[in-house]
């Protein structure tokens, strides 16, 4: 096939990506390192695979239908047809967390924290999310960037996977079951098959395979590090496409025994939309007589004086509405009676109207009538995608990953004695709010009977209260 070189491009360069992940992964110093390398790694492991697998499926295609490279749709008959493609974009991603009261509103308990990210799947592409770290005084994760994937089907399967490592670190991963090693290792090079598929089949202790309810990921090496393991996952399609905010079940995969566990209240919210090409892009134009000229579909036929105001945006003369209602006729009758063209007729209201629009030539009215025909079927496929065009956002620049954040919150950094109450949470929030004036707080005065300490020029030296404890405020 004529993409499979692209395709050895990527799975190539994902296999120089994994060696790299490998090597830092253990080369790591710092616990942010180490866990993007981790998340790297996991990352490539899942493209290596997507990848072997699409290859498989091009292979097996070609076999099934030899000599024929082309889209259905162009020749065959609409049974064969094939809708077109569109955009898919999933933002405003949010999943709640379920804490137990003790936890949460009286911050009791060991201080539990994860990184947290999504990886999402979409045939053969695969994004991720930035990380996240994860503890008791979060509410729910948040992942507000849009994630687009450009080439999906109205047949899509959108697979959100909840992974999760503990900073502490956890057992190794999963990997891929010998009989797909070896079915997928066909159908690459001698030296690309060879390589895979010894990676595919080492990995002592191993789990087995579990009927694909879970993601394949090929054995990692027993390096120092974390360990991401998976939570939850979900699969969103077509029928949850919505212009707007919307809950979706989540699937738990992991228990309270994990050292990345978080305990999720087992659903996710988020915005699913999706913009097919047949609503945003020019379907078919040319020159169609009907009092005026020059026409170009896409949701609508638009009706321009000429070919210059239809390329310089403006707004047409005339728009005939094309939608699941609308009606579309050949007028070609035999022997010269009729020119060669087609009616399109909708009902405003409770009347109809019916524009004829004409061509040149029986090649060009037919040109317009496939057009027509095939930008139903894509209507009828994407469903409510084609009722509205959808609006789809623009992900930002990637960042790149910030330091981690100190460990706990600023209750757990309270260090107080009971004599010396005052003077210790003076002190801690003087340090956090570094770029005041000097002088002692405003919020200083609502203690009575307290006489403010003058700014030290040096920072003083704790005392030796022993092992740090929380106290609130109201103490």
């Not at 990506?17 to 492991?45: F, T, V």
């Not at 053969?124 to 994630?147: G, K």
């Not at 060009?364 to 009828?380: G, I, K, N, P, T």
């Amino acid at each position: 096939l004529r993409q499979e070189p692209e395709m050895q491009r990527k799975l190539e360069r994902e296999l120089r990506l994994r060696e790299g992940a490998l090597k830092l992964l253990g080369a790591c110093s710092r616990p942010e390192q180490a866990l993007e390398a981790a998340k790297g790694l996991l990352l490539c492991n899942a493209r290596v695979l997507e990848y072997m697998a699409e290859l498989q499926r091009r292979k097996e295609a070609q076999l099934l239908r030899p000599g024929r490279d082309r889209r259905p749709s162009d020749t065959g008959p609409p049974a064969e047809r094939l809708p077109c493609r569109g955009t898919v974009c999933i933002s405003d991603l949010r999943i709640p967390l379920m804490w137990k009261d003790t936890e949460y509103f009286r911050n009791k308990g060991e201080l539990h924290r994860c990184a947290v990210f999504c990886l999402l799947r979409l045939g053969a592409e695969i994004q991720d999310t930035p990380m996240v770290l994860v503890d008791r005084t979060l509410t729910d994760i948040c992942f507000e960037s849009p994630i687009l994937f450009s080439d999906a089907g109205p047949d899509f399967e959108l697979r959100l996977e909840l992974y999760s490592a503990g900073l502490s670190g956890g057992a190794p991963q999963g990997s891929a079951p010998r009989k797909l090693a070896t079915r997928l290792s066909t159908s690459l090079g001698r030296s690309s098959g060879k390589r895979l598929r010894a990676a595919m089949e080492g990995g002592p202790g191993s789990p087995p395979g579990n009927g694909g309810t879970a993601p394949l990921l090929l054995p990692t090496p027993n390096v120092p590090g974390p360990k991401f393991h998976l939570l939850a996952h979900a699969v969103l399609s077509l029928a949850e496409v919505q212009d707007g905010f919307r809950t979706h079940d989540l699937t738990i995969a992991s228990n309270e025994e994990s050292s990345g566990w978080v305990p999720l209240y087992g659903s996710i919210c988020c915005r699913l939309t999706a913009q097919p090409q047949c609503m945003g892009t020019t379907v078919c134009s040319g020159n169609l007589q009907m009092r005026v000229s020059d026409t170009g579909m896409g949701t609508r036929v638009g009706c321009y004086r000429d070919q210059g105001e239809a390329e310089a945006g403006l707004e047409p003369v005339l728009t005939i509405a094309v939608n699941k209602e609308t009606r579309i006729r050949s007028t070609e009758r035999e022997g010269g009676g009729q020119p060669h063209g087609m009616a399109v007729t909708n009902r405003y209201g409770g009347e109809e109207v019916t524009h004829t629009l004409v061509a040149k030539s029986r090649a060009e009215a037919q040109r317009w009538l496939e057009a027509f025909w095939q930008h139903f079927y894509d209507m009828s496929q994407w469903k409510q995608c084609c009722e509205e065009l959808m609006r789809i956002e623009v992900p930002p620049p990637r960042r790149p990953p910030a330091m981690l954040p100190r460990q706990g919150s600023l209750y757990h950094e309270m260090a107080i004695d009971p004599s010396d109450d005052i003077e210790a949470v003076t002190d801690i929030l003087t340090r956090r709010g570094g770029d005041r004036e000097p002088g002692p707080p405003p919020w200083l005065s609502l203690f009575e009977g307290h006489t403010p300490r003058a700014p030290s020029p040096s920072p003083p030296s704790r005392r030796p209260w022993g092992p740090p404890r929380t106290r609130s405020l109201d103490a």
